[in-house]
């Protein structure tokens, strides 16, 4: 078990594009071990490979839903390689989300509700569905790391800087 240390905003390297896998292997696998491992430990739902510093198309997902009657958290864990998005919605969603990259910090962003997507998993098998819910917000918001593309970057100016303003401030409190 490996825990990664998550690279946060202002750093720069969270705007690189990064690059399509080309072999998933051994090494790549365990490397995918290690980003659940940083993601639970967080905690959160999703991480991308950015986030911790290597530029490759990898998102891993766990919504970790919990059970209605015995309140325990079910693991559900997924692996995006070299994800696509085939088709969207024109219905939006909104949600409140949040990113390890901007430590808890949250602004509601407006995204298609509905997408089809297409990805490889962890053993190169290629996987097309249509995702909606929680599970099609997150899977936008970590594709867009893979651009580049915080979830605060879908703010008007005003708001992301007010929430910029917010995590400096919590930074300074916590110095
Ligand atoms: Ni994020």
């Given at each position: 078990?490996?825990?990664?240390?998550?690279?946060?905003?202002?750093?720069?390297?969270?705007?690189?594009?990064?690059?399509?896998?080309?072999?998933?292997?051994?090494?790549?696998?365990?490397?995918?071990?290690?980003?659940?491992?940083?993601?639970?430990?967080?905690?959160?739902?999703?991480?991308?490979?950015?986030?911790?510093?290597?530029?490759?198309?990898?998102?891993?997902?766990?919504?970790?839903?919990?059970?209605?009657?015995?309140?325990?958290?079910?693991?559900?864990?997924?692996?995006?390689?070299?994800?696509?998005?085939?088709?969207?919605?024109e219905e939006?969603?909104?949600?409140?989300?949040?990113?390890?990259?901007?430590?808890?910090?949250?602004?509601?962003?407006?995204?298609?509700?509905?997408?089809?997507?297409?990805?490889?998993?962890?053993?190169?098998?290629?996987?097309?569905?249509?995702?909606?819910?929680?599970?099609?917000?997150?899977?936008?918001?970590?594709?867009?790391?893979?651009?580049?593309?915080?979830?605060?970057?879908?703010?008007?100016?005003?708001k992301?800087?007010?929430?910029?303003?917010?995590?400096?401030?919590?930074?300074?409190?916590?110095?």
């Amino acid at each position: 078990m490996a825990i990664l240390p998550i690279i946060e905003t202002p750093d720069p390297r969270l705007k690189t594009i990064s690059s399509p896998v080309e072999t998933i292997d051994d090494d790549l696998r365990a490397f995918i071990k290690d980003m659940f491992d940083t993601m639970y430990d967080a905690p959160g739902i999703g991480l991308a490979a950015i986030q911790v510093g290597v530029p490759k198309r990898v998102l891993v997902i766990d919504l970790q839903d919990k059970d209605e009657e015995t309140g325990k958290v079910i693991r559900d864990p997924r692996v995006f390689i070299n994800p696509e998005i085939l088709e969207e919605s024109e219905e939006l969603s909104v949600y409140n989300e949040g990113c390890l990259s901007v430590p808890e910090q949250y602004a509601d962003v407006e995204r298609p509700a509905v997408i089809k997507a297409r990805w490889l998993d962890e053993q190169g098998q290629s996987h097309e569905d249509v995702l909606d819910g929680l599970l099609a917000i997150c899977l936008q918001h970590e594709m867009d790391h893979l651009e580049g593309i915080l979830f605060i970057d879908h703010l008007s100016k005003l708001k992301r800087d007010m929430v910029l303003k917010k995590l400096a401030k919590a930074r300074k409190m916590a110095a």
